[in-house]
């Protein structure tokens, strides 16, 4: 998650409407996340938003997505969801984003109480939420907010194109499509192949055909 605003006074603003994310919502909601989760801003952020992170949470925890409008216009979303483990219920929030164009106007205040509310509603006592480290921002709002207790979490990365395995998978890959091509090859017949053959047919329609034309026979008596 990222670029939540930083609560300023919104008396000379229009008003914050909070309501559920609902299917119409679905594309704004993603171009807006594509817009504020890049990577040059938050180049060690480990999770990738796409748009099966909208579908997922909005199939799965429609109750926990929640839309802000500003002007009947998109201003914010947050994204996110229960987990139960043995005794304990835990709320997490997964994404928050805002709209560049509305920041500094309580959006991602009102984004984050709404859900808080519907999980101590909903019998969960304790919320999770993570961010990039290097969003400080994103900490410091969610520190305002009540969160504590930070943890550094440590992210590790593999270039799979430098695995031994993908290297044979891609020498695999050429060699079986060479072999296609090769047999292509060998099952078309050449140009120069098609045309003989074509003038032999062509010779044996020409030979086939009589020189002469048939007379009927004549069945009138010869004598008469």
Known sequence: MTNPDKNEPASNYSSIYI???????????YHLGEAVFTSNLYPYLYRTWDEWEVIGLYNTDPEYCLVAEIDEQLAGFILGTVISKASWTYGYIIWLGVNPNFQRRGVGDKLVDKLVE???EDGVRFMLVDTDPANVPAVKFFSRKGF????????????????????????????KAERAAYKRSRRRPSTQTQGIASEAATKVMVTDTPSTPVEPPNFSDPES
């Not at 559920?20 to 919502?25: H, P, Q, S």
């Not at 943890?151 to 695999?172: C, D, T, V, W």
């Open 118 to 120: 519907r999980m101590i």
């Open 19 to 29: 309501r559920d994310l609902e299917i119409d919502d679905l594309a704004p909601v």
């Open 148 to 175: 504590g207790n930070t943890r550094q979490h440590i992210f590790l990365s593999m270039n799979l194109s430098k695995h031994e395995y993908y290297g044979r998978l891609i020498a695999y890959e050429r060699e």
